[in-house]
């Protein structure tokens, strides 16, 4: 019994060390080219590019099997940024329409939702909470706006509304003087 048990130490010891060895002799280095395009990329994993999210399209155009102007939610800022990154020719997007789109995110009308979990399954960064038969809800700062989460939707109660932008503001951390002060105040 002793000598099965010391056989099998060895045979877990002679496999570890080979298993060491391959993973260091025989490392794949990830592609640096397809690591800064997937950089660019606004990382919404919505699928509208034709690939399953934003790092297989990036792997796509590092090999050159994919075009650079089918991002619609980067817009034409991307695909300037992708051209000037691979040294291609900017070229128009190919789905303008969904470009021009303003930025948006999914609001669920709570008293129209039935549970189904449908829209939850086709929400690519989890961004709809809930659970089967109760009402669902969207985590504003996970949603893309992809808008895969509408066709499923059996009962339609899932609205896209635009994300309002707000410029920033800055304030003097001091209070402001007035005239009368003087300027050593």
């Not at 999210?53 to 939610?73: D, F, K, T, V």
């Not at 300037?80 to 291609?88: D, T, V």
Request: proline share 9%.
């Amino acid at each position: 019994m002793i000598a099965a048990v010391l056989t099998i130490a060895i045979m877990a010891t002679l496999f570890g060390l080979i298993l060491g060895y391959s993973a260091i002799r025989f490392r794949v280095e990830g592609d640096p080219i397809a690591d800064q395009i997937d950089s660019l990329l606004p990382q919404t994993q919505c699928g509208q590019c034709g690939f399953a999210g934003c790092r297989p399209y990036a792997e796509a155009m590092a090999a050159g099997e994919a075009q650079i102007n089918r991002c619609p939610p980067g817009g034409e800022a991307t695909m300037i940024a992708l051209a000037e990154l691979l040294g291609r020719d900017p070229v128009p997007l190919e789905d303008v329409e969904a470009a021009e789109k303003p930025k948006s995110v999914a609001y669920i009308v709570e008293e129209e939702c039935i549970g189904c979990t449908l829209c939850i399954q086709a929400c690519p960064v989890d961004a709809i909470m809930g659970a089967a038969k109760q009402m669902h809800t969207v985590i504003v700062d996970e949603c893309t706006g992809c808008e895969l989460c509408l066709p499923p939707c059996p009962v339609e109660c899932i609205h896209m509304h635009p994300l309002e932008t707000t410029p920033l503001t800055w304030r003097w951390p001091f209070p402001a003087r007035t005239g009368s002060e003087g300027a050593h105040g």
